[in-house]
């Protein structure tokens, strides 16, 4: 069946790199996404990689995706503070608009 | 409007009760869709609209729940004799259209609490 996961918790300490990871199952995923979701606020797109790529990166994010071990990772470089919150890694099956979604994995940063 | 927006942000109600959620998208998005999110999961999903259709409901749990969007815009969730399972918060999101990366804006959820 369809399943996403992550690490439930991540904790860096500020100015290092953030590496965020995520495992799923369908193989005819096209799209992946990451989304973050800061206390009270909506689910914040901040990147997503065509299944035809292997990486992509905007600015301090990089994505890594290895479709042979369908694992995705999120890289984050010098972690700031305001990078704090719940980061959902979610998969696009082949010809379907719906999104499944892992449970978030939290980052938290240490001073 | 700018962005996705969700009201109300907050309902507390009794056990039995019905209960509206509105959702009003990004104008000019044709699809918009329904999640509902527990506390500490990913959010799961409930029903999908193109235009003014409901294109899929099968992620609606049971007959107590059911959505409607009459003039292809404003979106209303509706929940019928509310139980404490229900208690979430019920997240939309708008797209422009339903192809290529799709990618969704998701509103401030409205957070349900069923006594």
């Known amino acids: 069946g369809e399943d996403v996961e992550q690490s439930l918790f991540l904790s860096v300490r500020e100015g290092d790199s953030s590496v965020i990871n995520c495992t799923y199952t369908?193989?005819?995923?096209?799209?992946l996404y990451w989304y973050k979701q800061e206390p009270g606020a909506g689910l914040q797109l901040l990147t997503y990689?065509?299944?035809n790529m292997d990486m992509k990166q905007d600015q301090r994010l990089t994505v890594l995706l290895n479709k042979k071990d369908k694992h995705l990772s999120l890289r984050i470089a010098d972690t700031q503070t305001g990078d704090s919150a719940i980061y959902f890694c979610?998969?696009?099956?082949?010809?379907?608009?719906?999104?499944?979604w892992g449970a978030g994995t939290k980052l938290i940063i240490k001073p | 409007g700018a962005g996705v927006s969700q009201t109300p942000s907050n309902k507390v109600t009794e056990k039995g009760k019905y209960v509206e959620l509105r959702c009003d998208p990004i104008?000019?998005?044709?699809?918009l869709y329904w999640y509902r999110q527990s506390l500490g999961q990913g959010p799961e999903f409930l029903i999908y609209?193109?235009?003014?259709?409901?294109?899929?409901d099968s992620g609606l749990p049971n007959d107590r729940f059911f959505a409607v969007r009459p003039e292809g815009s404003v979106s209303t969730l509706k929940i019928q004799r509310t139980e404490r399972g229900d208690s979430a918060v019920y997240l939309c999101?708008?797209?422009?259209?339903?192809?290529?990366?799709?990618?969704?804006?998701f509103g401030a959820g409205s957070r349900l609490t069923v006594l």
């Open positions: 369908d193989s005819s995923s096209t799209y």
């Open positions: 999101a708008s797209s422009p259209q339903n192809s290529g990366a799709n990618v969704l804006t």
């Open positions: 979610a998969e696009r099956p082949n010809s379907n608009y719906q999104l499944i």
């Open positions: 609209f193109q235009g003014t259709g409901a294109a899929d």
């Open positions: 990689i065509f299944s």
């Open positions: 104008s000019g998005h044709t699809a």
